[in-house]
């Protein structure tokens, strides 16, 4: 395992499509482990390819139950709504208000190939939804709702 540079939100791949993994190759199995302990190392709860400058659909969440890695990931169903506050490690030191599903539900593929149903509440349903948005070019501060001014 190796750890990778997590890229900035400033960079160009972050708003780039990700391609679907057609084969699991020794490649994406690096990927994931590399994202793993990239993301550990940053103290982040959540991980998408094209942060560490890799354009395909693989994701990678750990919210405190243990590490989830989920490859072509499709939310299949959500429930609710709740807001608060969210960040990113490709923007260091921000947070902003979005409005994410209370629930969510994802199906992907494992690394073994086989079909997996992820789902969770709060923490983990705004997890699932920030990191899929990454596979689309979307970041949570294109969401984040504005806060009034408190003076
Ligand atoms: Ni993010």
Redesign the pocket.
């Known amino acids: 395992m190796a750890k990778r540079n997590i890229r900035l939100s400033t960079e160009e791949i972050l708003r780039k499509t990700c391609k679907e993994v057609k084969e699991i190759t020794p490649n994406v199995i690096a990927l994931l482990d590399d994202m793993a302990e990239t993301m550990y190392d940053a103290n ?1 709860v ?3 390819a094209p ?1 560490v400058g890799v354009l395909k659909r693989v994701v990678i969440i750990d919210v405190g139950d243990g590490l989830v890695e989920l490859i072509n990931p499709v939310i299949v169903e959500t429930k609710g709504s709740v807001i608060d506050y969210e ?5 260091p030191g921000m947070s902003a208000l979005v409005d994410r599903p209370e629930y969510a539900k994802a199906r992907a593929i494992n690394r073994n190939g086989q079909e997996i149903f992820v789902e969770g509440k709060d923490l983990m349903a705004r997890a699932i939804c ?2 899929i ?2 596979l689309d070019g979307v ?2 501060i294109d969401k984040a709702i504005p806060e009034e001014d408190e003076e």
């Open positions: 982040g959540g991980l998408a942060q960040g990113c490690l490709s923007i920030h990191e948005d990454h970041l949570y």
